[in-house]
């Protein structure tokens, strides 16, 4: 195999079970363990995983993180109900192995110096704990975004930060994504079809599937030609041990 190709780059982190596009909230249903008790949601706007975590623990303890001010954190409707923190985006302020969990949906492009809070996301992660998300490669400026992020991109400077990346799939591709852009807020009817597609499988990501399979490529290799156009890139990862120790 050529060591240039991004199915030799990713190794493992490519799966193999399925080739589907998905998102974070799925990968947090998908790698659920009943001892997880805590979480923090890092870069958590206003709150909206809460549900996603009380639904799967009803006695979740959940910690919102995030900066002071952005445009999700000043849309919050229920700052009274839920346990929200302000941090300085790089200093998580929580003792070693604090987390059970730490969720990231969408938020490493807004971040300033994400190796310094990487590192930071490796401490407060429990040994055996789970770092899962989603982040931008493919899409728009948006919400004072600052950088976009490639799959190799994601697994180099997690690694650098002492963070193993177990398992890397693409969300709704980038095609979409920048017509969902260039289309809201013109033709909202049209801006609604494209919104299922944060949860159901995308146009692009559909012809590389039907494509790929035609040609006779395995499910790693799909998985990595979805991520090579991937809008969204989600990610799972965690302290720098045996992927063993989580399934």
């Excluded at 490493?108 to 190796?115: G, K």
């Amino acid at each position: 195999m050529d060591k240039w190709t991004l199915v030799y780059l990713l190794k493992n982190c490519l799966p193999t079970d399925h080739c589907k596009q998905t998102n974070a909230m799925n990968l947090v249903r998908n790698w659920w363990k009943n001892d997880i008790n805590n979480v923090a949601d890092l870069g958590c706007g206003k709150g909206d995983s809460f549900n996603l975590f009380s639904s799967l623990n009803a006695k979740i303890k959940w910690i919102g993180l995030d900066i002071p001010s952005s445009p999700e954190v000043e849309g919050r409707t229920r700052s009274r109900e839920l346990n929200f923190i302000e941090y300085d985006g790089i200093n998580i302020p929580f003792d070693d192995e604090s987390f059970d969990m730490i969720f990231c949906r969408q938020v490493l492009e807004h971040v300033h110096y994400p190796n310094e809070l990487l590192r930071e996301v490796a401490r407060v992660l429990k040994n055996d704990g789970l770092f899962i998300g989603s982040v931008s490669q493919l899409e728009p400026f948006h919400s004072c975004s600052v950088l976009n992020w490639t799959p190799y991109g994601i697994k180099l400077i997690f690694e650098d930060a002492g963070l193993e990346v177990f398992e890397l799939r693409s969300g709704i591709d980038g095609l979409t994504l920048c017509l969902r852009f260039l289309l809201k807020g013109r033709v909202s009817v049209i801006t609604k079809v494209f919104n299922k597609y944060f949860d159901n499988e995308s146009p692009l990501n559909r012809f590389i599937e039907i494509y790929s399979k035609f040609r006779g490529r395995t499910v790693a290799e799909i998985n990595a030609e979805k991520l090579k156009t991937a809008g969204h890139i989600c990610f799972v990862a965690g302290k720098l041990c045996s992927k063993s120790e989580y399934h």
